[in-house]
């Protein structure tokens, strides 16, 4: 499809697993975002890459939380030893470069039990 | 500490009727203003932007306002139509951050027919 893809949709795990999730961003974007959303929130920025610069870390909550895109275009944030408090929807978003109109994907869902 | 307030969590209105969406900042850095619809499990998706260079802009039934001395803006939706129920986002970026958005809470609009 031509919009971002995030998979899984769903994630279900145990407290202290590791999780990836995965962003496909829309073709040609060179900008690339991860947001989450916890229950009742706004989205909270957690990481951003632009073309082949360091990535903007300033959002991670923590040294469990890191992300990378390879090539400039998948990326996978991974989150280590996961806690109850990391439950959230995480969403990605592309645009064609940094301060333009972002696109989001429909998010995964994560659950930690 | 909340830079971007959506103070009103819901607002019902009649078809056919003007919706108005309100949102504060407290950023003076602020210069880039965009909403975002979104519905259940699904993305956010990009409705309108402004600049802070522009007080209004216009997008076929969608118009943001932007004051800049009150640092607040708003969303009005007219005619408003059932398909518009959803959640709205208020977001904002600041010069320099390369578009790392700052979301409001969200308010969820109910267009009854």
């Known amino acids: 499809g031509a919009g971002v893809s995030q998979s899984p949709s769903n994630k279900v795990t145990e407290k202290g697993k590791d999780v990836e999730l995965r962003c496909d961003p829309i073709s040609g974007h060179t900008a690339l975002y991860w947001y989450r959303q916890s229950l009742g929130q706004g989205l909270e920025f957690l990481i951003y890459?632009?073309?082949?610069?360091?990535?903007?870390k300033s959002g991670l909550p923590s040294d469990r939380f890191s992300a990378e895109r390879t090539g400039g275009s998948v990326s996978t944030l991974t989150i280590q030893r996961t806690q109850q408090e990391d439950s959230a929807v995480y969403l990605c978003?592309?645009?064609?470069?940094?301060?333009?109109?972002?696109?989001f994907g429909d998010g995964t869902r994560l659950s930690i039990l | 500490d909340q830079q971007v307030k959506q103070n009103s969590p819901s607002l019902s209105v009649q078809e056919g009727r003007i919706s108005i969406l309100n949102c504060d900042y407290t950023?003076?850095?602020?210069?880039?203003f965009l909403w975002y619809k979104k519905y259940p499990a699904e993305g956010p998706t990009f409705l309108i932007s402004i600049s802070s260079i522009k007080d209004k802009n216009e997008d076929g039934r969608f118009t943001v306002f932007l004051n800049k001395s009150a640092k607040h803006l708003s969303l009005h939706i007219v005619p408003s139509q059932p398909g518009d129920s959803a959640v709205y986002f208020c977001a904002a970026s600041a010069r320099g951050s390369q578009g790392n958005l700052i979301f409001g809470k969200g308010t969820k609009l109910s267009v009854k027919p």
């Open positions: 950023n003076s850095m602020f210069d880039y």
């Open positions: 890459f632009q073309g082949n610069s360091a990535p903007d």
């Open positions: 978003a592309s645009s064609v470069r940094g301060n333009q109109p972002q696109h």
